[in-house]
């Protein structure tokens, strides 16, 4: 499976962005999908995970009430809605997909798409 990340951008404080996560298979219907994000000598941190059937989602503390995480399966795609963008969400942002339960932690995830760089200016 090969997740493809994008709609990273260059976006002013307050603005908004879609990040867009395509598979390259029909995988997605059965797999957690999570966005995460990393900056600069940081650790890779999560933001927020969306189950198979889309019907259960979680967020990080900075993306709750901001952010918001969907899928389509039919288009094996999920998504990354970032309104009221800050400063502060400026990173390379990866999403990510796993078989099982839904986690938060890097390392349960097996696949990973190459990133897309969001760039927030104050």
């Known amino acids: 499976v090969q997740l493809q990340a994008s709609g990273g951008g260059m976006v002013q404080a307050g603005g908004s962005l879609t990040l867009s996560c395509a598979a390259s298979?029909?995988?997605?219907?059965?797999?957690?999908i999570g966005w995460f994000r990393q900056t600069p000598g940081k650790e890779r941190e999560f933001v927020a995970a969306?189950?198979?059937?889309?019907?259960?989602?979680t967020y990080a503390d900075s993306a709750k009430d901001r952010f918001a995480i969907s899928r389509d399966n039919a288009k094996d795609t999920a998504y990354l809605l970032m309104n009221s963008l800050k400063p502060e969400d400026t990173a390379v942002y990866y999403c990510?997909?796993?078989?099982?339960?839904?986690?938060?932690?890097?390392?349960?995830?097996?696949?990973w798409g190459q990133g897309t760089l969001v760039t927030v200016s104050s």
């Open positions: 298979a029909r995988t997605l219907s059965n797999a957690i």
């Open positions: 990510a997909a796993r078989l099982g339960s839904m986690q938060i932690t890097t390392k349960y995830y097996r696949y």
């Open positions: 969306i189950s198979f059937a889309g019907g259960r989602t």
